[in-house]
């Protein structure tokens, strides 16, 4: 398969995910926001990408540099100095700073962060290999859970530069189904 072949088969994957994820949040009275580092938009793009998405996905923060992770979201900037933006707590931070984020009045504690954050490549960055992400889902109360919960995953992802950000992509939406049944037919 080439390059453009297997990014193609990873979008219309992550499509099928994003619709039922927008139709199961709409049915639940939830909104989605994202916090995104590597993917730089991706993630927001396959909320987009669906007709109707506005009534669910808010928006996304990219927030590529290390001090936007702390001045727009809100991120420990301690801990950022400590252990850099590849680390699963800043994935955490940055899912439940988004939640809080894009939170109104209306929808009270009502939305759902996601975020991503990782080496997309091709070089390693320091110590941290290309393809080491973490990615984050932060679910509000009633949804699975009594409370809000928040997790982080790390993924080893391999192959190009555009693959990785892809799969992380991917892998963000998989949790949210691991996670919920935001995704159940």
């Known amino acids: 398969m080439t390059m453009s072949g297997a990014v ?22 939830l909104k989605i926001a994202a916090a995104e580092s590597l993917t730089g938009g991706l993630l927001a ?23 936007a992770k702390a001045s727009v979201l809100g991120v420990d900037a301690d801990l950022l100095q400590r252990e850099g933006a590849v680390h699963p707590e800043v994935a955490r931070q940055m899912a439940l700073r988004t939640s809080r984020l894009y939170r109104q009045p209306q ?23 290309a ?3 973490y990615i984050a889902v932060s679910v509000p109360a009633g949804i699975g859970a009594d409370t809000r919960r928040t997790v982080a995953a790390r993924l080893l992802l391999s192959g190009s530069r555009e693959e990785v950000r892809h799969l992380t992509v991917l892998n963000a939406l998989q949790l949210v189904t691991q996670l919920t049944t935001l995704t159940e037919e």
């Open 8 to 29: 193609s088969e990873i979008q219309t994957r992550c499509d099928v995910l994003a619709a039922r994820m927008l139709a199961g949040a709409k049915a639940h009275g």
């Open 107 to 129: 929808y009270g504690d009502r939305v759902l962060g996601l975020a991503t954050t990782g080496v997309a490549g091709p070089g390693p960055d320091g110590d941290k290999p």
């Open 131 to 133: 393809g080491l992400v």
């Open 45 to 67: 793009d396959a909320f987009i990408r669906i007709p109707g998405a506005s009534e669910v996905f808010l928006g996304s923060a990219v927030t590529y540099d290390i001090k």
